[in-house]
């Protein structure tokens, strides 16, 4: 992230120094690692870089113009090449060149690494699927007058009781009241066994429910042996013979 402050004149006086010790070659790891965080941490600075590069680049490119050997007869050869595409491309040779350079190639490097390893990790972020959820997805919030187990170790029912995915409910006598994460409450009236799917769904084996569903639940669902019952924000009673 770039810092807007105003650089100092003695800061932007060290600056230029140390540029002009890495367009020479002679910049030692210190150096390079300060002028690195000043390039990305403030804007002035990597302005200065970035100026300070461009005129190196067009220095390469007048020495390179000047060191050309004269044609024969003071007569420029002639080409069919576009004017402007062969521009570019002394350009682009003389920008890769500089590049190349190892002092200039290190510095690029140990700046871009760091972002395109950032940008790797916003990206990853972005499209990171949610996790599931793992938690309990209802809970038995009353009883009334009631016998019944929970799950294959028969546990007998109780107010308060987290109920998770794929935990079977047996309701022998009584009522019992539930409510699910997404919304949806719904009663069991004995004899009743219910499988709680997830925190807006249930599989009624066999008994008797009646479901109140809020709009917030809107698509909570109760699928029976014979029918998958889908409601959109009412009220619904549901009964299944064993």
């Known amino acids: 992230m770039f810092v807007s402050s105003p650089l100092s004149s003695s800061e932007i006086a060290e600056i230029r120094r140390l540029l002009q010790l890495l367009g020479n070659g002679r910049i030692d790891r210190d150096e390079k690692a300060k002028l690195q965080r000043w390039v990305c941490e403030n804007e002035e600075a990597a302005?200065?870089?970035v100026q300070y590069m461009n005129l190196c680049a067009g220095l390469c490119w007048d020495m390179a113009r000047e060191s050309e050997p004269p044609q024969a007869g003071g007569r420029e050869p002639e080409t069919s090449t576009s004017p402007?595409?062969?521009?570019?491309?002394?350009?682009?040779?003389?920008?890769?060149?500089?590049?190349l350079r190892p002092h200039v190639f290190s510095l690029v490097l140990a700046i871009g690494l760091p972002a395109m390893m950032c940008l790797m990790l916003v990206v990853t972020l972005v499209?990171?699927?949610?996790?599931?959820?793992?938690?309990?997805?209802?809970?038995?919030?009353?009883?009334s007058d009631c016998i019944g187990e929970l799950g294959d170790n028969r546990v007998p029912l109780v107010a308060g009781t987290p109920l998770f995915e794929g935990q079977r409910l047996t309701v022998q006598k009584g009522l019992v009241e539930m409510k699910f994460v997404g919304g949806a409450s719904a009663i069991?009236?004995?004899?009743?066994?219910?499988?709680?799917?997830?925190?807006?769904?249930a599989y009624l084996h066999a008994g008797r429910l009646s479901a109140n569903v809020p709009p917030a639940a809107s698509g909570f669902t109760v699928t029976t042996p014979l029918v998958i019952v889908t409601d959109l924000g009412t009220e619904f009673g549901i009964r299944v013979d064993p």
């Open 47 to 49: 302005w200065l870089y």
């Open 127 to 143: 499209n990171r699927t949610p996790p599931e959820w793992r938690g309990p997805v209802a809970v038995i919030t009353r009883l």
């Open 188 to 201: 069991l009236e004995a004899p009743t066994t219910l499988e709680v799917r997830d925190r807006n769904s």
């Open 84 to 99: 402007v595409l062969g521009f570019l491309g002394e350009c682009w040779d003389q920008g890769v060149a500089f590049l």
